[in-house]
C-alpha cells in the first residue's frame, strides 16, 4: 500500500505563490508518475501537473506552464507543487497522487486526502 500526505494549502492574495508538498510512504518503489490534479467547486477534478518519478520528465495543463513547476525529491519521496502569480481561478482541492495516468485522473491509484488552496482577488 501507499500514502499520499500533501501540505502547503492556504489562503493567497491574487498574484502571491504556494508551495505544495507532497510525501509518499509504503511501498515507493516502481515506475510511476507522481500527479497534481485540483477539484474546484461544482467542477470535474481537473489534471494540474505530473512528473515521472524515475526520469523526472514534467506535464503541465496549459493554463498553469509559466506559473507551477512540479518537481521531485526522491531521497524524500516528496514531489512539490510550486505555485507562482496565482489567480482566482486556481482557487480549488488540490490533491496529489500516484499511478501512471500522467494526464488522466482515471490512470491514478493513490491519492492524498486534497489540500486548499484560496486565492482572493
Known amino acids: 500500500q501507499v500514502q499520499l500526505v500533501e501540505s502547503g494549502g492556504g489562503l493567497v492574495q491574487a498574484g502571491g505563490s504556494l508551495r505544495l508538498s507532497c510525501t509518499a510512504s509504503g511501498r515507493t518503489a516502481g515506475n510511476y508518475a507522481m500527479g497534481w490534479f485540483r477539484q474546484a467547486p461544482g467542477k470535474e477534478r481537473e489534471f494540474v501537473a505530473a512528473?515521472?518519478?524515475?526520469?523526472?520528465?514534467?506535464f503541465y495543463l496549459d493554463s498553469v506552464k509559466g506559473r507551477f513547476t512540479i518537481s521531485r525529491d526522491s531521497a524524500k519521496n516528496t514531489v512539490y507543487l510550486q505555485m507562482n502569480s496565482l489567480k482566482p481561478e486556481d482557487t480549488a482541492v488540490y490533491y496529489c497522487a500516484r499511478g501512471r495516468g500522467i494526464r488522466s485522473a482515471a490512470g491514478y491509484e493513490y491519492w492524498g486526502q486534497g489540500t486548499q488552496v484560496t486565492v482572493s482577488s
Open positions: 512528473v515521472t518519478w524515475s526520469g523526472g520528465n514534467t
